[in-house]
């Protein structure tokens, strides 16, 4: 298993831009989110889905859209780039079998900046 | 309002000696306890996690500590290692939650000194 994937590693966009971070998952995992890492501020969720069709916000969602065609991919929409969503986003996924959603399996990150 | 709280942002340990992070949580409904420790450049990966019908658990040189009444817990590494330098992450949830969300501390950034 590869585990859970992200692409592009590093992004450097302008403001006003769009892009969307990709992250696919190879666990059948039903439950993915999406957090970023700055620094002295630990890990805030952006947002999450509990499976395919169900997302929902999480502690700091704008800016951001996401949508879940599928089981396997979660996929982060920066509808216009700021430079305040510099950061170092994480996607992470979780074994759903017996109430172990909590157990979360994060991705290697993507770094983006917004000049 | 920081769910979980965690201390202290930095830790300087020399080899050989116990490294102590702190943290503390307001949610009485959390259950769950995980620490997660991330390298430079990687993504966070559970380390140990701690469910509250126990007070203490032990994996090798990582062991958590639990007092729900003072609704704290802490992760002691003993024999510290140049290896464990790394950022520590404590978090909180509720076990088996539909939402299966983590509140995350701010993160501690061990160095150990050879």
């Known amino acids: 298993n590869a585990g859970v994937t992200q692409t592009p590693k590093f992004q450097v966009l302008k403001t006003g831009q769009s892009m969307t971070l990709q992250c696919a998952q190879d666990?059948?995992?039903?439950?993915m989110s999406w957090y970023r890492q700055d620094p002295g501020m630990g890990l805030r969720l952006i947002h999450y889905s509990v499976g395919a069709g169900i997302t929902d916000q999480g502690e700091v969602p704008n800016g951001y859209n996401v949508s879940r065609s599928t089981t396997e991919d979660f996929p982060l929409r920066l509808l216009s780039a700021a430079p305040s969503q510099t950061s170092v986003y994480f996607c992470?996924?979780?074994?759903?079998?017996?109430?172990?959603?909590?157990?979360?399996?994060f991705g290697p990150g993507t770094r983006l900046t917004v000049l | 309002q920081q769910q979980v709280k965690q201390s202290p942002q930095s830790l300087i340990v020399q080899k050989g000696g116990i490294s102590i992070i702190n943290c503390a949580y307001e949610n009485t409904a959390f259950d769950y306890f995980p620490w997660y420790q991330q390298f430079p450049g990687k993504g966070p990966a559970l380390l140990i996690a701690?469910?509250?019908?126990?007070s203490e658990k032990k994996e090798g040189r990582f062991t958590i500590s639990f007092n729900k009444s003072a609704k704290q817990f802490s992760l002691h590494i003993m024999d510290s290692q140049p290896g464990d330098s790394a950022t520590y992450f404590c978090?909180?949830?509720?076990?088996?939650?539909?939402?299966?969300?983590?509140?995350f501390g701010r993160g501690t950034q061990l160095t150990v000194w050879p």
């Open positions: 666990m059948n995992h039903e439950y």
């Open positions: 978090a909180a949830s509720k076990w088996g939650s539909t939402l299966g969300r983590l509140y």
């Open positions: 701690i469910r509250p019908d126990v």
């Open positions: 992470a996924s979780s074994y759903s079998g017996a109430g172990r959603y909590n157990e979360q399996f």
